[in-house]
C-alpha cells in the first residue's frame, strides 16, 4: 500500500527525493540547499523561455518539481529582458540570497546535470537550444546520461 493513499504522489515525491538527493551530491548534503538550487536554477531557465518551450519542458518534471518551476510564474514577462550571462547568474544567486554561500554557475552545473539524466535528451536538447548563447555556455552541454545506465 502507498503511504500517501494515491501511487501517483507517493511516484513524484520519490521523483523528487532522486532529484534532490543528486543535487546534494554535487553541491553538498543540505537537502533545503539542493532544493532551493534546483528552484533557482529551474525558475532561471523558465524564464528565458517562450511560454510555450517552458510547457514542453515541464512535461518532462515530475509532478511535484513541476509545481516548483511553476511558482510564481508570470508568462508575460517571459522570456526575461536579462539574457545574458551575468543576468542569468544573477537571477540564480537572487533566489539563493539567503542560504549558505554557493557558487551560482556550481548550482547551474548540479541541476543540468540532473536533467540530464532524467528528461529525454531530445526534449533537453530542444530546450537548450532555446536558452540565450551565454547560458548555454554556462550549462554546458546537451549529451545526456539517459538510457545509457
Not at 554535487?26 to 538550487?37: K, M
Request: proline share 6%; glycine share 8%; aromatic share 6%.
Amino acid at each position: 500500500m502507498s503511504s500517501s493513499g494515491l501511487e501517483v504522489f507517493d511516484r513524484t515525491i520519490q521523483e523528487t527525493n532522486i532529484w534532490l538527493g543528486e543535487i546534494a551530491e554535487e553541491i553538498g548534503p543540505d537537502r533545503q540547499v539542493a532544493y532551493r538550487v534546483l528552484r533557482a536554477v529551474l525558475h532561471a531557465i523558465r524564464d528565458r523561455l517562450m511560454a510555450d518551450q517552458a510547457a514542453h519542458l515541464s512535461a518532462q518534471l515530475p509532478m511535484l518539481i513541476r509545481g516548483i518551476y511553476y511558482e510564481g510564474y508570470h508568462p508575460a514577462r517571459t522570456p526575461s529582458t536579462a539574457r545574458g550571462r551575468a543576468g542569468f547568474l544573477n537571477a540564480v544567486s537572487g533566489e539563493l540570497r539567503d542560504t549558505r554561500p554557493i557558487n551560482p554557475e556550481d548550482a547551474c552545473a548540479a541541476v543540468f546535470n540532473c536533467m540530464r539524466r532524467h528528461i529525454t535528451p531530445g526534449q533537453l536538447e530542444h530546450v537548450f537550444w532555446s536558452l540565450p548563447e551565454p547560458v548555454r555556455q554556462i550549462l554546458g552541454s546537451v549529451e545526456t546520461a539517459k538510457g545509457a545506465a
